[in-house]
């Protein structure tokens, strides 16, 4: 009887083993596929849609602009769509970001993790300066503003 008792002991002993490491891996795969869907939605951002004529996008974070110095020519329309790649938690701003050129009368404010667009067409040639005046410190931080040189 001893012996019986042993067997089945063991038996129920080893069952238990196999339902705790399926019970492991069932949570762990569980785990790491909640995981990478995270890390998927923070880190990928699909392309932004593509748009017709000569369109220049430009990108903003916290860090700045992702162009320092934009091209364009006088006379031909040119559609600017600036992306936001800051989230709504941003304390400075709420995560938005704005391309404004005062000269020209543009003023662009990208949503946070989104984008917004505006075509223009520059009539006379100069340099003038871009910039963010939401977050970051605004016109003062070298990082927010650049130049937009509009040739002939």
């Known amino acids: ?72 020519k006088a006379g031909e329309p040119v559609t600017v769509r600036l992306t936001s790649l800051d989230n709504s938690h941003h304390t400075d701003g709420g995560g938005r970001h704005q391309w404004a050129v005062d000269e020209l009368g543009v003023n662009i404010i990208a949503p946070a993790l989104g984008s917004s667009s505006k075509t223009f067409t520059p009539a006379r040639q100069g340099t003038f300066t871009f910039y963010c005046d939401i977050c970051c410190g605004g016109r003062a931080n070298p990082t927010m503003s650049g130049r937009l040189v509009v040739a002939g």
């Open 1 to 72: 009887m001893g012996k019986l008792t042993r067997d089945i002991g063991q038996q129920v002993r080893r069952r238990e083993r196999r339902i705790r490491a399926a019970t492991f891996a069932v949570i762990g795969t569980l785990v790491l596929g909640a995981a990478g869907y995270l890390l998927v939605q923070a880190f990928w951002r699909p392309a932004p849609p593509p748009m017709a004529g000569n369109v220049l996008d430009i990108s903003a974070d916290m860090g700045g602009f992702s162009r320092k110095v934009v091209y364009v």
